[in-house]
């Protein structure tokens, strides 16, 4: 049997359990991952329906490209694992002839899906709620720490710190404007190897990442650092704190 999962950012089903298949020279078999609508536990995700076959290689229902790989004498029963009516995962049960599974042991294995996505649900719906509540004590926290002080610097702690968690960031800077210099300061920094990088270095406006946030007044998200043409201090430092994603945020006064 094949517990199969649907990633829906990447439009990918994965095998999050199987038990070990192994070929006629014993040999084990490797599953790999499947795209929706292609390979067979691609087009039962996309399908989304309880699935019996007594065997795959010569049931029509199964689309000719993947009948030429399936093995002959190889049946199964398929249910999807649905939350909110969207498939999410397959429990996926096959059989070698002669035993062939019948539509009691589908509507066994839809029981069981049933209950794995129900508990899924709900223990999804329980991780959102965590969230939200975090995000509301964490925004508490930043609103009492603007109210009772008047440390600009203890605020951005109180502030970096936050962000970090709430993003679980490796790490977090706050650069603040200084009209005397007319570049940007780094007042304070959380979880940096190098202390000197995330408090007391300064940016020119318009010049490495944090100068284009700063000029640009845009949100500038980038997935891999590493492939960014960047001055070679920077890159030198980026690469010895490990970064690999950055996500910089303009500051704005009223």
């Known amino acids: 049997g094949i517990v199969w999962c649907f990633d829906k950012a990447t439009d990918l089903v994965q095998v999050a359990y199987a038990k070990v298949y192994v070929r006629e020279d014993g040999t084990p078999v490797h599953i790999a991952p499947e795209r929706r609508g292609e390979g067979l536990s691609g087009v039962l995700i996309e399908r989304n329906d309880p699935f019996l076959t007594t065997e795959y290689k010569t049931d029509p229902r199964v689309p000719e490209h993947i009948r030429q790989r399936v093995p002959a004498g190889v049946g199964g029963a398929t ?16 059989a070698r002839q002669p035993r062939e599974l019948d539509a009691s042991d589908l509507e066994l294995l839809s029981t069981l899906a049933n209950i794995a996505g129900n508990a899924i649900q709900r223990a999804t719906l329980f991780e959102k709620t965590q969230r939200s509540l975090q995000k509301m004590v964490a925004l508490t926290e ?26 679980d960031a490796d790490a977090v800077t706050v650069l603040l404007f200084n009209r005397d210099t007319q570049a940007l300061e780094s007042i304070t920094g959380r979880g940096f190897i190098d202390p000197g990088f995330g408090v007391g270095a300064y940016v020119q406006l318009g010049q490495s990442l944090a100068g284009k946030v700063a000029l640009n007044g845009e949100m500038l998200l980038i997935a891999d650092i590493r492939d960014q043409k960047l001055d070679r201090q920077l890159a030198a430092a980026i690469e010895g704190e490990g970064f690999v994603g950055y996500l910089g945020l303009p500051l704005m006064a009223k």
Do not use: F, H
């Open 79 to 94: 249910a999807p694992i649905r939350a909110e009516g969207e498939a999410i995962g397959l429990l996926m049960v096959n």
């Open 142 to 167: 930043i609103d009492n720490a603007i109210r009772s002080n008047q440390d600009l610097r203890l605020t951005l702690r109180t502030l970096t710190a936050q962000v970090k968690n709430q993003l």
